[in-house]
């Protein structure tokens, strides 16, 4: 079993709807877990962090985490063209130096 | 501010070359990595550094070495390369595994042929 998985997609779209995109993980004294958006060819940029369960909103971002089910999950308002990138799911884990394992990244795509 | 610094963006290598990918950064961030990220796949841990002098191995440290002698600079060097070598490397640091935001460099788009 991967440590983190995701669906690498693609997941596609209309402009305007609400893009789901899921994680699970392996380890569950997880601790901390992360969305990254990464455009091709570029490097991935934090989008949103959460750390307990429940919903984290920020903008058009929520984060949801569900530690018993081992899941956590991105949901994007009103999606844009400009969302259009791979979403990297990544997790620390406790111990050592805690390590970031990060997922395959799930591909999404807005369709104007 | 520049953030992570990378240098080169690309680069061709020959079989049984060596190079250094140059990583410097001006946060004063404690933890430094090194990333692999192979297309369609996530980002492989190569090395890590908590500091000055302290270094570790990742999840995929062979073929690779890593000195850490300032809290700037993390260079990656590579030994022999070998075409299983190619991919993309991303350096990254972070101020510590308590505020694991990492900041990514541009990327170096390494081929070896």
């Known amino acids: 079993q991967k440590e983190v998985e995701q669906n690498s997609g693609p997941l596609s779209v209309p402009e305007g709807a609400i893009a789901s995109l899921n994680c699970t993980y392996s380890?569950?004294?997880?601790?901390?877990f992360f969305w990254y958006r990464q455009y091709s060819g570029k490097s991935p940029e934090l989008i949103m962090s959460?750390?307990?369960?429940g919903d984290k909103e920020d903008g058009r971002f929520t984060a949801q985490l569900n530690k018993a089910s081992q899941y956590v999950s991105l949901l994007i308002r009103d999606s844009q063209p400009s969302d259009s990138a791979t979403y990297l799911c990544?997790?620390?884990?406790?111990?050592?130096?805690?390590?970031?394992?990060f997922g395959t990244g799930t591909k999404l795509q807005v369709i104007p | 501010n520049a953030g992570v610094t990378q240098t080169p963006k690309f680069r061709i290598l020959k079989i049984g070359q060596s190079m250094t990918l140059q990583c410097t950064q001006d946060?004063?961030?404690?933890?430094m990595y090194w990333y692999r990220q192979d297309p369609g796949m996530g980002l492989k841990l190569i090395y890590y550094?908590?500091?000055?002098?302290?270094?570790d191995k990742g999840e995929v440290p062979n073929g690779y070495n890593v000195s850490r002698s300032t809290t700037e600079d993390f260079p990656l060097r590579l030994e022999l390369a070998a075409p299983s070598q190619t991919s993309v490397y991303f350096c990254?640091?972070?101020?510590?595994?308590?505020?694991?935001?990492?900041?990514f460099g541009q990327g170096t788009r390494l081929t070896v042929v």
């Open positions: 959460i750390y307990s369960n």
């Open positions: 990544a997790v620390r884990s406790p111990g050592g130096y805690q390590k970031v394992t």
């Open positions: 380890d569950r004294g997880s601790q901390s």
């Open positions: 990254a640091s972070s101020p510590g595994p308590e505020n694991t935001e990492a900041f």
């Open positions: 550094s908590v500091g000055a002098g302290i270094t």
């Open positions: 946060m004063n961030h404690n933890y």
